[in-house]
């Protein structure tokens, strides 16, 4: 198996358990790996042997753009939706960050880490 991944995808996105958050928003950091057969790709050279990251970053942009109150609950999404229109992933690995969270503290950001593979 080999690897693609897609680091530090920025977005602005309306997820939180407090009101306020779901009215002005917030940044945040997506990391998504997805381990593939890649060799095939290797050999010829074309876009169609391979994940195309292209759709990997719609994938996360779009799941990112639908409000939760979890960053769980984005991170399953993204997952769910990678391995169920891209058959030749068989493993993915997202990290949802949540940037200067508004938890009473100095924070820099929080993270939540979903794994999970085909069947």
Do not use: W
Not at 78 to 107: F, H, Q, W
Request: hydrophobic share 40%; with cysteine.
């Amino acid at each position: 198996m080999e690897t693609i991944k897609l680091k530090n995808i920025r977005t602005f996105s309306y997820h939180g358990c407090l009101v306020e958050e779901g009215k002005i928003g917030s940044d945040y950091a997506v990391d998504l790996e997805i381990k593939a057969d890649l060799q095939q790709s290797t050999q010829s050279d074309n876009l169609a042997d391979t994940v195309d990251y292209v759709h990997l970053n719609r994938i996360v942009v779009e799941e990112m753009a639908i409000r939760s109150e979890l960053l769980e609950h984005v991170a399953k999404r993204i997952n769910a939706r990678v391995l169920a229109e891209i058959p030749m992933v068989m493993k993915t690995i997202v990290s949802v960050s949540k940037l200067n969270p508004p938890i009473g503290g100095d924070v820099e950001s929080v993270t939540i880490v979903l794994k999970e593979s085909r069947n």
